[in-house]
């Protein structure tokens, strides 16, 4: 496959022929925005400098229990998820970075793999360790726990694929663990509730100990799934109990969908945010429960709330907040390449509308138990068009004025169904 994904030209054309259309509308918006005391450009200086990691299995189809189905042209190993990643990220300029997945990325040289993400415009952002699931050959099996199970050997085991990850990691330049473990019971008395907890804070313990100074390790919290009892680190309460007992470098990690329903997750987010301990984001969306459906896609205004957290955690900046935040989706029913252009779009669309909320009207409406007029400076900005703020920034950034139509055009994936080896069927990801 070429590694030149598309050429400068083929982006200016596209764009050529849709600037003064935007200018218009970027225009327009800048005049509703100053008569709110806003300046476009600052906002649209913030968008860009807003980023996210793609996942690099979102770059193949996902799928349920039930069933997966495949596309022609989907990747298939990880240097096709690289160039599907180098794609979103050509045209789109909101995903620089990819998170890995081990061992299902592995490679023999990662040396090599750096450099091929770099040609392709990418970094790699936290790598995730797996160990809810049995690999071929592997000596003990996760079905009863991975840093948490009762079986000693199975527990050594897990903890060294965590170290093994995190040495891949500092080959690739990644500088965070992302640490998600299905472990957990389908029957009340199948575990004591307590030591299962004792033995996984234990077991995090060992790998905390091999992070390097300037890495963290992130713990993300999962009310269900595959365990339908119960989780051992089933939501942020146990999540922060293990960060703040591992030490400073642990910190939590919140997968949109990870909650039990109706949960407010943006006052989780200022919560952890308080405490110095939130760490990272996978964004997608949900309707039941971990549905890993598009950002955005069923509850926009959640997003935004979200966001609004995360803006004001990031002007009161509590022990260094960097939070990594990743697009962690099943793409089941679209073109994977389409859903990631549309969620990038989506999630740096909420972050600009948080960043038009005027923090000052909201905290003296706070202040003064306004509750209408708060509500009003959530609302003011939530209800602003800013797609030609956000398609400025990416214009201006080399991306395209609109991603998924010239990524049509292009006919990546006839070309690629050529090329790729054809995926098998079979179920899907968690
Ligand atoms: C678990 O459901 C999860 O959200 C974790 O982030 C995993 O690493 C990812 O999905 C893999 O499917
Ligand atoms: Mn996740």
Not at 146 to 167: K, Y
Not at 186 to 209: K, T
Not at 329 to 351: C, K, R, W, Y
Request: charged share 25%; with cysteine; proline share 5%.
């Amino acid at each position: 496959m070429d590694p030149i994904l598309l050429s400068i030209d083929q982006i200016d054309d596209h764009n050529a022929q849709r600037l003064d259309a935007l200018r218009d509308e970027y225009d327009s918006l800048g005049r509703a925005l100053a008569r709110r005391g806003i300046d476009i450009d600052t906002v649209k200086a913030r968008v860009a400098g807003f980023s996210l990691a793609l996942p690099t299995w979102g770059a193949g189809r996902g799928g349920t229990r039930f069933a997966k189905f495949p596309i022609p042209g989907e990747p298939t190993n990880i240097h096709e998820k690289l160039q599907d990643c180098g794609l979103v990220q050509t045209l789109g300029r909101v995903t620089p970075r990819v998170s890995p997945h081990f061992p299902w990325d592995k490679v023999s040289d990662y040396a090599a793999l750096r450099e091929e993400a770099a040609a392709l415009g990418l970094g790699f952002d936290a790598v995730n360790s797996n160990t809810f699931q049995d690999q071929p050959g592997q000596r003990h099996s996760y079905r009863n726990g991975s840093l948490s199970a009762t079986d000693a050997g199975a527990r050594e085991q897990a903890i060294a694929h965590n170290v093994e990850c995190i040495e891949i990691g500092r080959k690739l330049g990644s500088k965070a663990l992302t640490v998600w473990v299905g472990d957990g019971t389908n029957f009340p008395g199948q575990q004591d509730l307590g030591a299962s907890l004792d033995r996984y804070l234990a077991s995090a313990a060992e790998v905390y100990s091999a992070l390097p100074d300037d890495w963290r390790m992130l713990l993300e919290h999962k009310m269900y799934e595959p365990a339908f009892y119960s989780s051992v680190i089933s939501d942020w309460g146990s999540s922060i109990l293990a960060a703040q007992t591992l030490g400073p470098k642990a910190q939590c990690l919140v997968d949109l969908g990870h909650h039990a329903p109706n949960v407010n997750i943006e006052q989780i987010v200022a919560r952890l945010h308080r405490f110095g301990k939130l760490g990272g984001f996978h964004f997608n969306d949900s309707k039941y429960g971990d549905d890993d459906l598009d950002s955005g896609s069923i509850n926009p205004h959640q997003l935004f709330l979200v966001f609004n957290e995360l803006v004001e955690a990031e002007l009161n900046p509590r022990d260094g907040f960097d939070p990594a935040y990743m697009i962690d989706q099943s793409h089941n029913v679209t073109d994977p390449i389409e859903s990631m252009l549309s969620s990038a779009e989506a999630i740096a669309g909420a972050f600009a509308k948080a960043v038009l909320v005027d923090r000052a009207e909201l905290l003296a409406a706070q202040d003064a138990n306004d509750v209408m007029m708060g509500f009003q400076a959530l609302r003011r900005a939530y209800r602003t068009d800013v797609s030609p703020l956000v398609a400025m920034a990416r214009i201006e950034a080399g991306g395209a004025a609109d991603p998924i139509a010239l990524y049509r055009l292009l006919g990546w994936r006839e070309r690629t169904a050529q090329e790729r080896t054809p995926v098998g069927l079979g179920a899907g990801i968690v």
